[in-house]
C-alpha cells in the first residue's frame, strides 16, 4: 500500500495526484504543480521535466490521465475504510464477519456492540426501542450478572463489586448497597481529588525542574567566571605557580561536572515522572466521559492507582558553590611568600572537594567545641574543659551575665563557626542539637532553639527525632545512634544532621542561606541522667 501511494503521488507537492497528467518523458503530476512550476520558469518559452529535466519545445498539451484518476479514487476509498476497521486498541463489531469494523455503541441487553452499519436496527426499529447503548466496551460481558442475567446497576459497598438489584436483595441482602450511579458520584470526588493531587505534583515537579534548569546556568556562569578570574590573578605570579592554576581548574571543573551530572539526573527523573503523571490525568479524564455509570466503575477498577508522594520534595535545589570564594582567596594570596601561598592553595582545594560521604572524610573539617559558661542556663552544669553539660534539675546559682539563657535549659559555643565544621556529640536523655547567631533572644519564647529565624534546632530523644527552624517543625523518620554528626558549610548554607555508627546515616538536612557566624548549641532535657558529652575528635 505505501509502495502504491507513492507511485500514485506528485513529487512536487507529495500528495496523492490530482488531475494527474503525464508528461512525454513518463512523469506523472499534479496538472496545477507541473504548470505552476513552468511559469516560475526562468525561461517561459522552455519546459522541462523537474525529475528528469527532458526539455520539451514547444510546450506539451496536458491531457488528464483518466487511468491514474481512478487508480487515485480508489486508492481514496481504500484508505476511508481503513479507518473503519477495528483495530488492536479498539472494540470491534460482534455483528461483522471477516475482517471486523469499529463498535459504535455496545447494547446492554443484547450484550453486543454493533459498528455504524449494524447498529441501524437499534436506532429504528421500535422493537429495540427500551435497549440501552453505551459507549462500546470490550468487558461488556463483566457487566452483565451471570447468575440472573440482569445488567448490575447496583454497587455492594461491603464486597465492593457490581451486583444486579436480584442479587442486591439475595445474597447482598444486608449489606451496604446503592446503585452505581450513586457510587460513581463518591468515587468520581475521589478521581477529582486525584486529579487535584496528579496535577498540584505535576506542577510541584515543573518548578523543579525549572530550579534545577536555572541551578545548571548558574553553575555553569559561575565556574566560567571563577576561571577567568583566578587564571588573571595567577597569572601574574611566577611561573611555578602554574601549576596551581591547572590544579584549581581541574577541581572547578571537576566540581561542575559532579554538579550537571546531579542536576540532569534530577531533571531526567522528575520529567519522567511528569510525563507518567500527565498520562494517568489523561486516562482519569478519558474515563469520566464514559456515559454508563456501571462501565465507568468496571473501567475505574482496572485502572492501578496512582502511588501518593507522601515524602517531602525529592529535590534539595542547593546554592551555587561559592567560586567566588577561591578566586578572592587567590587574589588575596598574591602578595604573600611562597609558603602562604601553599598553605592558602589547601584551604582552597578543600572548598572545591565534594561533600564528604564517609566520617573520615566528615572529620577532616573537625572543630574544637567548647560551651560558654556565660550562655549556660542555670540549671546546667558544665565540666570536663566544658565539653560535657548536664542538667541538674535545681537552680545553680551562677552569677548574672547579659549573654545567659534564662527560660530554657540551653548553651551557646564559644567559637563562632564558618566555612566547612564538623562536630560529634555523645547523648542521653532528651536534647536539642541547634546551630544559633549569637545575637538570639535570651529570654522568652524567642529564645527557644527553633522557635525564631535565628535558630536551626534537631530534637532527639530515644523515640525518634523532629527538625525546627522559624516555629515550623517537621518530624524525622530516623532514631539516631547515641553519637550525633553536626555537617556545616556555611558558604554554600548546608546544615546536616548524622547519626554516627559504623556508617553515617543522614538524619536531616537543611538548605538555606547563612548571613551571621554560627554558634553551636544544647537544649538539655529536665532528667537528671541526660548527659552531653562533646569529645575532642
Known amino acids: 500500500m505505501d509502495k502504491t501511494r507513492e507511485v500514485l503521488s506528485c513529487s512536487i507537492c507529495l500528495e496523492l495526484l490530482k488531475d494527474p497528467v503525464t508528461l512525454p518523458c513518463g512523469h506523472n503530476y499534479c496538472k496545477t504543480c507541473v504548470e505552476r512550476c513552468w511559469d516560475n520558469g526562468e525561461e517561459k518559452n522552455i519546459c522541462q521535466c523537474p525529475q528528469c529535466r527532458q526539455t520539451f519545445t514547444p510546450k506539451p498539451l496536458l491531457q488528464k490521465n483518466t487511468v491514474l484518476a481512478d487508480l487515485v479514487e480508489e486508492l481514496k476509498k481504500t484508505d ?47 422493537a429495540f426501542k427500551r435497549h440501552k447503548l453505551v459507549h462500546p466496551s470490550k468487558r461488556l460481558q463483566e457487566i452483565i450478572c451471570s447468575q440472573h442475567e440482569e445488567e448490575k446497576k447496583m454497587f455492594c459497598r461491603n464486597d465492593q463489586q457490581l451486583i444486579c438489584h436480584l442479587c442486591a436483595v439475595d445474597q447482598h441482602k444486608d449489606h451496604d448497597t446503592v446503585t452505581a450511579a450513586a457510587e460513581r458520584r463518591e468515587r468520581e470526588k475521589e478521581v477529582d481529588q486525584s486529579r487535584g493531587r496528579i496535577q498540584q505534583r505535576i506542577q510541584q515537579r515543573e518548578e523543579e525542574v525549572k530550579l534545577l534548569q536555572q541551578e545548571e546556568k548558574n553553575i555553569t556562569i559561575s565556574a566560567d567566571k571563577a576561571v577567568e578570574d583566578s587564571q588573571e590573578t595567577l597569572n601574574h605570579l611566577i611561573q611555578n605557580l602554574q601549576r596551581m592554576i591547572s590544579d584549581e581548574k581541574q577541581q572547578i571543573r571537576s566540581q561542575q561536572q559532579r554538579e550537571m551530572v546531579r542536576v540532569r539526573g534530577l531533571q531526567q527523573q522528575l520529567e519522567q515522572e511528569i510525563t507518567e503523571l500527565k498520562s494517568k490525568d489523561a486516562e482519569l479524564q478519558q474515563l469520566s466521559l ?51 601561598l601553599r598553605d592558602s592553595w589547601s584551604n582552597i582545594s578543600l572548598m572545591l572537594a565534594p561533600e564528604p560521604k564517609t566520617r573520615d572524610e566528615f572529620l577532616r573539617y573537625s572543630v574544637d567545641i567548647t560551651m560558654d559558661p556565660n550562655t549556660a542556663d542555670s540549671w546546667l552544669r558544665l565540666s570536663e574543659g566544658n565539653r560535657r553539660v548536664m542538667n541538674m534539675r535545681e537552680d545553680q546559682s551562677p552569677p548574672h551575665h547579659p ?20 562536630w560529634e556529640v ?93 554558634h553551636a548549641g544544647l537544649w538539655v532535657g529536665p532528667n537528671a541522667k541526660c548527659e552531653f558529652v562533646f569529645r575532642e575528635l
Open 403 to 422: 549573654d545567659r539563657l534564662i527560660d530554657y535549659h540551653q548553651v551557646l559555643s564559644k567559637e563562632p563557626l564558618t566555612g566547612r565544621c564538623y
Open 80 to 126: 476511508a475504510a481503513d479507518l473503519c476497521y477495528a483495530g488492536p486498541e479498539d472494540v470491534a463489531c460482534d455483528v461483522c464477519t471477516g475482517r471486523k469494523m469499529k463498535a459504535l455503541k455496545s447494547c446492554l441487553l443484547c450484550v453486543v456492540s454493533y459498528c455504524e452499519q449494524h447498529l441501524q436496527p437499534h436506532l429504528e426499529a421500535p
Open 290 to 340: 464514559i456515559d454508563s455509570h456501571t462501565v465507568f466503575l468496571q473501567n475505574l477498577s482496572s485502572l492501578s492507582e496512582v502511588s501518593e508522594d507522601t515524602l517531602s520534595s525529592r529535590t534539595h535545589v542547593r546554592p551555587q558553590v561559592c567560586y567566588e570564594e577561591v578566586a578572592a582567596a587567590v587574589s588575596a594570596s598574591r602578595a604573600r611568600l611562597q609558603d602562604l
Open 426 to 518: 555523645e547523648w542521653t536523655g532528651g536534647v536539642e542539637f541547634s546551630v544559633s547567631y549569637k545575637d538570639i533572644s535570651r529570654s522568652g519564647e524567642e529564645s527557644s532553639f527553633g522557635y525564631n529565624d535565628k535558630s536551626w534546632s534537631l530534637d532527639c530523644d530515644n523515640f525518634g527525632c523532629s527538625f525546627t527552624h522559624n516555629r515550623v517543625t517537621s518530624e524525622v523518620s530516623s532514631v539516631p545512634s547515641s553519637r550525633v554528626g553536626v555537617y556545616l558549610d556555611h558558604s554554600a548554607g548546608l546544615l546536616s544532621f548524622y547519626s554516627v555508627s559504623d556508617t553515617m546515616t543522614l538524619l536531616h538536612r537543611v538548605q538555606t542561606s547563612f548571613t551571621q557566624p554560627l
